[in-house]
């Protein structure tokens, strides 16, 4: 499998908070954040995990990883997170 690596994964991975309106703004935040991630973003989500929640101290970011398409399947059946960040294979790349 050929994969997104370094700077362009990271890149990648802070679009895809960005998108959900997590990313820090001008308004203070607090609460917690359940972010579900494919296995394979290990690395890179701790890294995120820890310079976000060194710049914002309210707010904490649950990681919990796992195959993609068994997290999707607990979201279908009401598992609740606020950022999934699956690996998309085939023509969804």
Known sequence: MTGVTGPRLRALLAICIAATGI?????????VVEVFHADSLAG??????KAFE?????????LTSGVSKQLA?????????????????????
């Not at 990313?23 to 609460?31: D, E, N």
């Not at 060194?54 to 649950?62: G, H, L, M, R």
């Open 44 to 49: 890179p989500m701790r890294e995120l995990k």
């Open 23 to 31: 990313l820090p703004a001008a308004h203070a935040m607090a609460g």
């Open 73 to 93: 399947e607990r979201i279908i059946k009401g598992d609740g997170c606020d950022v999934f960040c699956p690996i998309l294979h085939g023509r969804d790349r």
């Open 54 to 62: 060194e710049k914002n101290k309210d707010v904490t970011i649950n």
